[in-house]
Antibody
Framework: EVQLLDSGGGVVHPGGSLRLSCVASGFSFGRFAISWVRQAPGKGLEWVATSHVSGNNKYYADSVKGRFTVSRDTSENTIYLQMNSLRGEDSAIYYC??????????????WGQGTLVTVSS | EIVLTQSPATLSLSPGERATLSCRASQSISTYLGWYQQKPGQAPRLLIYDASNRATGIPARFSGSGSGTDFTLTISSLEAEDFAVYYCQQRTNWPAKLTFGGGTRVEI
């Protein structure tokens, strides 16, 4: 059974940093891109970043580029999202999500349960 | 940047009725469109990919259609568990970015 367990959320001051983790199991971790998608309270879904399996390809939404970094540890089956220079508008539930087709980076067929990030003074 | 516009924002229906949800892309995306269902307090669930293919375990009452810029998600006969928010989603090839529509809430 595919499982994604995301964690690391919490309350942080504006300008602060936080690192989210997503531990994957039940599939060949090294074959699939894993993404982060967020949802502000009462709002819609927003794609944040993707760690692709092809080399070191990483993709970011314009809203987080230069502030967030996605990385993966294949030995630990874990994806990380390092978030720096956090702003109020970054407050959201952050989900990690696995792509449907290996390497296609197009749809998400498995999701973590979400971890809440609150940026507040 | 490709923008996905969903309509209506809210759909008020009764169990047993047919639901028709629309997603319009600001430029052609061929058939590269997905649909997700999200219930309160839960992560989204993939329903449809490549415009018309049902994901694993999705009931046959859910169907998708469309190509180019206009897409439709149809729920043939609403069941109680189908009342939720539905999002469409696409990926731009270059630069590689994913976008979601604003969502349609299906309520009783």
């Amino acid at each position: 059974e595919v499982q994604l367990l995301d964690s690391g959320g919490g309350v942080v001051h504006p300008g602060g940093s936080l690192r989210l983790s997503c531990v994957a199991s039940g599939f060949s971790f090294g074959r699939f891109a894993i993404s982060w998608v967020r949802q502000a309270p009462g709002k819609g879904l927003e794609w944040v970043a993707t760690s692709h399996v092809s080399g070191n390809n990483k993709y970011y939404a314009d809203s987080v580029k230069g502030r967030f970094t996605v990385s993966r540890d294949t030995s630990e089956n874990t994806i990380y999202l390092q978030m720096n220079s956090l702003r109020g508008e970054d407050s959201a539930i952050y989900y990690c999500a696995k792509e449907l087709v290996p390497g296609a980076f197009r749809y998400f067929d498995s999701w973590g349960q979400g971890t809440l990030v609150t940026v507040s003074s | 940047e490709i923008v996905l516009t969903q309509s209506p924002a809210t759909l008020s229906l009764s169990p047993g009725e047919r639901a028709t949800l629309s997603c319009r892309a600001s430029q052609s995306i061929s058939t590269y469109l997905g649909w997700y269902q999200q219930k309160p307090g839960q992560a989204p669930r993939l329903l449809i990919y490549d415009a018309s293919n049902r994901a694993t375990g999705i009931p046959a009452r859910f169907s998708g259609s469309g190509s180019g810029t206009d897409f439709t998600l149809t729920i043939s006969s609403l069941e109680a568990e189908d009342f939720a928010v539905y999002y469409c989603q696409q990926r731009t090839n270059w630069p590689a970015k994913l976008t979601f529509g604003g969502g349609t809430r299906v309520e009783i």
